[in-house]
């Protein structure tokens, strides 16, 4: 015996060693008390994290596809503008043949037809011989017109 009342010749090594992993770090869990517990993973958490990684990454593409659209739709619509505008020059009297990359002014006159001329509102003097200015407008390499200004500088 010892001095704390424990006799070795009653320990039982066989039924100990039956305690012991021959394996330990094959055990699914920690075999000693300073050992990382291991916890089985919850499959419904698991799940749930992925579908909502999986819904984020969707909306952020539809949010970006959208901003797309948004884009196209405004491109698509600055497209139609400046066609009927083009439109609208090409039915107005000219005495000239616009070249691409020139500016010209466009005028309504008091019949109600538009006409496009060469000389710009300030160059008219203090009266204009039209009922109003609608605009500068530059001739585009693809034969449309885009307004470049709408204002007589003072």
Known sequence: MTKKGFDISQYDFEKEAEKI??????LPYAHTAGGVPIKPEDKGKLKTRAVQAMY??????????????????????????????????????????PLIGKSYFLY?????????????????????????????VKLLADHTWEVTRTEIKA
């Open 56 to 97: 984020e990454q969707s909306d952020m593409q539809l949010s970006q596809i959208k901003e797309q659209i948004d884009l196209l739709a405004k491109q698509a619509k600055a497209i139609q503008e400046r066609t009927q505008l083009s439109e609208r020059i090409y039915l107005a009297d000219m005495g000239f043949e």
């Open 21 to 26: 992993a021959e394996k330990p770090g094959l």
């Open 108 to 136: 309504n006159r008091n019949e109600g037809m538009d006409t496009l001329s060469m000389v710009a509102p300030e160059e008219w003097g203090k009266k204009l011989p039209f009922k109003k200015f609608l605009g500068e």
